[in-house]
């Protein structure tokens, strides 16, 4: 019963994910995440904590720690942007570690700016056999020991930035399609099939100018199995401060109420994600996002600017 209840949760998870890696609600927040080429976007440093607990309720339920930080570096002429990241991903026995790093390429084009990126990663990827109980002994499907193994993959991405008005992008992620051998012996291996992202945004502008409505939607596939999210959160950016409020749906899984505030480049966000496929309201998924952004537009007209008074 044991066995059938850790496969059966195994199997709802895939299905909710839709592929390997976790799917964020936040997905307005995660740019450099998403794509690497989102990569410096911004004048600023970039860090931000990230944990998610799916499937409230579930023994072994699924769990997500990221921790993403990213900034730009000022050369003559072109931007580029840097960035690097850490993911901790638990399922049941499965535990998934990923160490990211990521640079793109800014370039200015038709008002706007273009970008491309790229991602080198280190996966860890492990299984705890002891955590399982079978119904048959020595089953060779399962291995019964905690095992482990390393393999490197790629993310590529592209990007277009059009002022602060709209955004559109692509990303391959997995793109190696790597197979992590797992054990001493090498006889369980993960083979992991690229996932293809497209994203984009757009930030409505209303009469209160203090107010506006930013819109965001993604799709994810690996040609197999597919997860589609939208958002649109309500703005207020105050003299000190800035608030939001807003929902998420993602078509045959969940919707989500998501909630925020920025003050003095602190951020944090909050959403929680109901899912629509039998499961109760109360084993939805809880996710807070903890950021902070820091200007480092060191050519910024009248920045560190100081007179000098010589004294003779």
Known sequence: MK???????????????????????NIWAL??????????????????????????????A?????????????????????????????IGAFSNK?????????????????SIGVRPALLMIGFNGSKIDLAEPGDPAFATSDVKGNSFD??????????????????????????TKLGDDKTHEVSIDPTFILQGGYNLALRHPRYKIAMD????????????????????????HKLYGGLMYSPTISVGLLLGFDFHGINIGYS???????IGALNGTH??????????????????????????
Do not use: C
């Open 3 to 25: 066995r059938l209840l850790w496969i059966g949760m195994f199997i709802v998870t895939l299905t909710t994910r839709a592929q390997f890696d976790a799917a964020f609600t």
């Open 31 to 60: 740019q450099s995440f998403h794509n690497p080429a989102a990569a410096g976007l911004d004048s600023k440093l970039n860090v931000q904590g990230v944990y998610s607990l799916q499937m409230l309720g579930f023994e072994g």
């Open 62 to 90: 699924p769990s997500t720690m990221l921790i993403n930080a990213d900034m730009p570096l000022f050369f003559i002429g072109p931007k580029h942007g840097v960035g690097m990241a850490f993911t901790n991903d638990a």
């Open 98 to 114: 990923k160490i990211q790093l990521q640079y793109a390429y800014h370039h200015k084009l038709w008002g706007g700016r273009a």
């Open 154 to 179: 790629l993310d590529v991405g592209l990007r277009y930035t059009y002022k602060k008005l709209w955004y559109a992008g692509a990303s391959a992620i997995h793109v190696l399609g790597p197979t």
């Open 217 to 240: 939607a993604m799709l994810r596939s690996d040609l197999q199995n597919w997860r589609g999210d939208i958002d649109a959160r309500l703005l207020y950016d105050g003299e000190k």
């Open 272 to 278: 929680y994600e109901v899912y629509t496929g039998g």
């Open 287 to 312: 996710e807070i996002v903890i950021g902070y952004q820091h200007d480092l537009d060191v050519f910024k007209k009248g920045k560190n600017l100081h007179k000098a008074v010589r004294i003779l």
